[in-house]
């Protein structure tokens, strides 16, 4: 079941929801260029084990409206929350991924872990996705910077060589044109926002900020966010357990979909 969520004046937040009578409720947040759709594989298979599966398409990708502003953190955490007041949700399991991983660290800071009784962060791209002076973890500057001006020549281009970096396993032809497709659905201006936070956001505080269990699964081959970055996440969460995926790279969630489906639903029923 889909429906929208309003955030703003004239801001939309697309939903989906399955199996909404459900008591245990797991939240996805996406990652960059998707929507929730990238969680198609747990969306086909967790309803089935009882789960209230909730997938929020962030604004500017997806069904979402896509505004010209707000692609800040403290924005789209506030959005979050927007969709976790109006639908009532309380002791939920949050899912981020990559980006959206960094939406969840925000929100569990910015908003005092309302609603949330336990944290995922699959790839979370946390808490810098580049470089800094005080920080040898992550990408180059510039390589995210060519990336924004690629996105603004030549999209398609920027989103094809992305797709290639995100998986480990062998993916089909057809499956990689869905995942491109995914990408081209969000808007140019929120693609090239959301990459100018990898330069702009520091989640550092933001991971001292959560006291909730906490699993982070990362992929060992990673080429987007080095594996090295679940690790400080877990030095900087006392109540975190770190899950290297050994056949995974940014997209743990597909490449090891049976163990990131059978780890999550035990680890959201409280079972391990």
């Known amino acids: 079941m889909g429906y929208y969520v ?163 396993k062998l993916i089909t032809y057809p499956f990689s044109q869905w995942f491109f497709q995914l990408g081209l659905q969000a808007a140019g201006w929120a693609t090239a926002a959301i990459e100018k936070t990898w330069i702009e956001e520091v989640l550092f505080q933001d991971l001292n900020e959560i006291t909730v269990p906490t699993l982070i699964i990362h992929g060992i081959h990673d080429k987007v966010v080095p594996f090295e970055l679940g690790e400080i996440q877990n030095q900087y969460i006392k109540s975190s357990t770190l899950l290297p995926f050994e056949f995974s790279g940014h997209a743990s969630f597909y490449d090891q979909k049976d163990e990131f489906n059978k780890v999550l639903a035990d680890f959201a029923k409280g079972n391990c």
């Open 6 to 168: 309003t955030v703003q004046d004239n801001v939309n937040i697309y939903v989906e929801d399955l199996n909404p009578d459900c008591k245990d409720t797991i939240l996805f947040l996406h990652g960059w260029p998707g929507s929730h759709k990238l969680f198609e594989y747990q969306f086909n298979v967790l309803p089935c084990m009882g789960f209230r599966c909730i997938g929020i398409d962030t604004r500017g990708f997806g069904d979402s409206d896509k505004p010209f502003c707000g692609y800040d953190y403290d924005r789209l955490a506030d959005d979050v929350k927007c969709v976790i007041d109006a639908l009532g949700l309380k002791d939920i399991t949050l899912v981020g991924h990559s980006t959206g991983g960094s939406i969840a660290v925000r929100y569990m800071a910015r908003h005092k872990q309302h609603g949330v009784s336990r944290l995922v962060l699959a790839a979370a791209a946390a808490p810098s996705l580049i470089k800094r002076p005080d920080f040898p973890y992550g990408a180059d500057k510039e390589t995210i910077l060519n990336m924004i001006q690629e996105t603004y020549e030549d999209r398609p281009n920027m989103l094809n060589s992305f797709g290639n970096l995100f998986f480990f």
